[in-house]
């Protein structure tokens, strides 16, 4: 079936970075964008940025530019987020979400996501 | 950026209830709007896309409607399956935003 996992928990002091798998599987995976979204504990969901697996394009929300990397290897069918000079708030669960739609645009809801991957900053 | 701003925050409501989650933009979105329900420990699920198409899957119970800056979610018999946090979320222009979530609590 159609499906997104992600890595592990991952425990960083301030500072480091941090870098999230996730791997597709039941589809193709260069036919979809794949975009990756935040949720600190108790809080509400942050849109992060997507990747275009196909060609590598990416688009990074503003905030996150200069300190994230998204990058994939379509020979494992896998994309990943990296985080550098991590911050206590940037403790979150990290998710990796599918567009919805195959094709040319990144702006369709996301129908599939992984089971979210912890990242807990602190010193 | 746009804001979305859900109401109310929080909804205590019955089984068998029918109830409507409000998202209104800060600017135009035309109809790129989306619903999510996500329950504790669980990634986001998807309900609505285009404001008013209902995923495959997703009960007929669940119906979306709106454009421009207002939009409705509506649950028409709530079911205990559906208490739970709903969001909903922009793709009209980055950065792509959520609203802040309300949270609909067993009565």
């Known amino acids: 079936q159609v499906q997104l996992v992600q890595s592990g928990a991952e425990v960083k002091k301030p500072g480091a970075s941090v870098k999230v798998s996730c791997k597709a599987s039941g589809y193709m995976f260069t036919g979809y964008y794949m975009h990756w979204v935040r949720q600190a504990p108790g809080q509400g969901l942050e849109w992060m940025g997507w990747?275009?697996?196909?060609?590598?394009?990416?688009n990074y929300a503003q905030r996150f530019q200069g300190r994230v990397t998204m990058t994939r290897d379509t020979s494992i069918s896998t994309a990943y987020m990296e985080l550098s000079r991590l911050r206590s708030d940037d403790t979150a669960v990290y998710y990796c979400?599918?567009?919805?739609?195959?094709?040319?645009?990144?702006?369709?809801?996301?129908?599939?996501w992984g089971q979210g991957t912890m990242v807990t900053v602190f010193s | 950026d746009i804001q979305l701003t859900q109401s109310p925050s929080f909804l205590s409501a019955s089984v068998g209830d029918r109830v409507t989650v409000t998202c209104r933009a800060s600017?135009?979105?035309?109809?790129?709007l989306a619903w999510y329900q996500q329950k504790p420990g669980k990634a986001p699920k998807l309900l609505i896309y285009a404001a008013s198409t209902l995923q495959s899957g997703v009960p007929s119970r669940f119906s979306g409607s709106g454009s421009g800056t207002e939009f409705t979610l509506t649950i028409s018999s709530l079911q205990p399956e559906d208490f739970a946090t709903y969001y909903c979320q922009q793709l009209n222009s980055y950065p792509y935003t959520f609203g802040q979530g309300t949270k609909l609590e067993i009565k």
């Open positions: 990747i275009n697996p196909n060609s590598g394009g990416t």
């Open positions: 979400a599918r567009s919805s739609s195959a094709g040319a645009t990144p702006d369709d809801a996301f129908d599939i």
């Open positions: 600017q135009g979105i035309t109809s790129y």
